[in-house]
């Protein structure tokens, strides 16, 4: 049953399914997960490139670094500025920003920044960072959403610059090594958070992120959904599939059960055939011939036994009831002679019957072996009608022959056979004062017998069985003449055991001509 | 009791002829199923034996053919002793099978039982009076004692008492005690009904004149 092609299929198709869907799956997990992070990544490059565009505005492209404190003396107002440092950026951001927006303090890793916390201290309002930065662009960073924005700007050397009040603490991404001078963009993920970060031109960092949190719920539910969708998906599919197995398959074991309800009692019955145009039609339809030729050759094998033993029990019921009836009471010697003669010649008809019989077993079982020799058909057939001619005359039947010389390589004997059957149904069944006449010569390669009688003929639709075991045309002539109708059967063995052919034409109440063709051989 | 042999085979049918006339049966035979079935429905035989495998007409349309005009009792004989081929035969109209090889004595007894049968009597042993007829052993005794009758009056006999009540006409004694090839000499009869009064009482067979014998039973 596991083996058994229906589980097979389902296995395979099961299997098949599965990975299909499991493909699917992760494919579409990715796509999506991918549009978030695009998503969400667009807002964080927007934001990141204003960062970064403040910056380049703050120092232009033409100052190298470290940034002249001249420059950005243009709006010099720091009080704050006490400790001076020689981190320019730190100085040069928070004077730049001051006079444009709300200052907030610098990152709290700058240790020049002094006046932050005091400033936080000082505003309940979150205070934006450094580099001037709109207010509503700041409010970005701010609120209690916890995926509100945050942003951090080091300088190349892994100084804080500035950040927002709820960026966490991030370590300097150190990425200008890798192209120094290009700007640069990285993604990446790290704790549950997307952070971009963009590298300016001189190799100031500013990192752009916001938790993600949310959106890795979402993306779990997301897969749950897909998961129970593929599953369900799955089911009925396997449920589909299983249908569709059944049915394609229920054919065959119909078949099958067909097939093996057929035994030799039932070889009458077939496969029911109902679709005859596809491949399992054509299987039954095959099927269903050879059980034809299975039952024909059953049936001719069953009738040929049925015959023989027919055959067999006529003479035993002659021997059986003449002794019985002769030892029944004391008899005169005439009536003795008179049953034994009965007898004998029952005896002999079986005795001829058998030997008949067992040379077609030998010939069926392609055990008989032909003496062959080379020989000239002309010398067989005129032998054989001299051996039979008193026969025919003393049914005044004339035979003619008309013979030429004729090499075949055949046995001597069985060809001596297929002729005296030949000549002797053509006398027997000819008219009286009727002729036969036998012709030998080549045609097409071949030596050629033909026996032309003048006899009483065969009807259309006998002579096609007239070679057929014990198939006698009239039941009555043959039984009294001895025959058993084996006689034309035995003549086709022998020559199909030469290769050869032997055919029938007839004109009923004009005669009938029997034709043997012989190969020439070597 | 008149039985026809319709077999073609020239051994066997001269052999069943014998062995019937040994019995004191009239046999008339056929070696065709043609010329068969044309004596069967010329002729009321007590039984008719038939083969099964015949020339020009097979046993079952002689069987088929026969039943449209006659009851006489058939007795098959064949080679083929598959169940189908005893069912078509019984089917066509045959009343008993017998395949071949078979005994004689078989077939003897089976066509007296046929031939009882047909005519309603189916004991062996009929008793009219004191006089006692088996027809197994076809013998007869009268008071006990063994009566010797030649086979044509054993014949008569029998003919007699199987139709006990009937009256059985000169015609139908012809029919029934002598074969197509017997002189028919019409005082033949009154010849071996007299032999058998003699035998076995006058009163035994009662005449009516003009018209034939009655045994009353």
Redesign the interface.
Known sequence: MVRSLRWRLQTWHALVLLAVLAIFGVFVYELQWQARLQQSDAELDRTAEVIVSRLQRLFPAATPWPWPFRRNRNTPRSPDNRNATTDGIAEASRQSTKPESATGPVGPHDSSSQPAPRDIASRSNPPAPGLGLPDEFLQLFEGDDESRLYFVVWSRTGETLAQSRYAPEIPFPSLQAAKDGLPQRVARVRDSQREVIHVTSFGNHVLVGRSIRFDIVAQQRAAAWLVLTGLGVLAVGLIGGGWLTGRAIRPISEMSAAAQSISAKTLSSRINVQETDNELGQLAAVLNRTFDRLQAAFEQQSRFTTDASHELRTPLAVILSHTELALSRQRSGEDYREALEACRRASQRMTSLIDSLLLLARFDSHESELQLQPLDLEHVTLDTVDLIRPLAEQRGISIGTSTSPTGVFGDRDRLSQVLTNLLSNAIRYNHEGGSVDVSVGEQNGHGVIRVKDTGIGIAADELPHIFERFYRVDKARSRVDGGCGLGLAICQSIVEAHDGTITATSQPEEGTTIEVHLPRGV | MRVLVIE?????Q???W??LQ?EGYAVDAA??GEAGLYKATAWDYDAIVLDM????L?GFQVLHRLRQSKSTPVLV?T??D?VVDRVRGLDAGADDYL???????E?LARLRALIRRAAGQPRPVIEIGNVRIDTVSRSVTRSGEAVSLTATEYSLVELLILNRGKLVTRAMIYDHLFNEDDDSLSNLVDVHVSRVRKKLGHDFVTTRRGQGYIIHG
């Open positions: 073609d085979e020239p051994d066997l001269r052999v069943v014998a062995a040994e070696e065709d495998m015949l020339p020009k097979d004989l080679a083929r598959a395949v071949k090889p078979f005994e004689l004595s077939l």
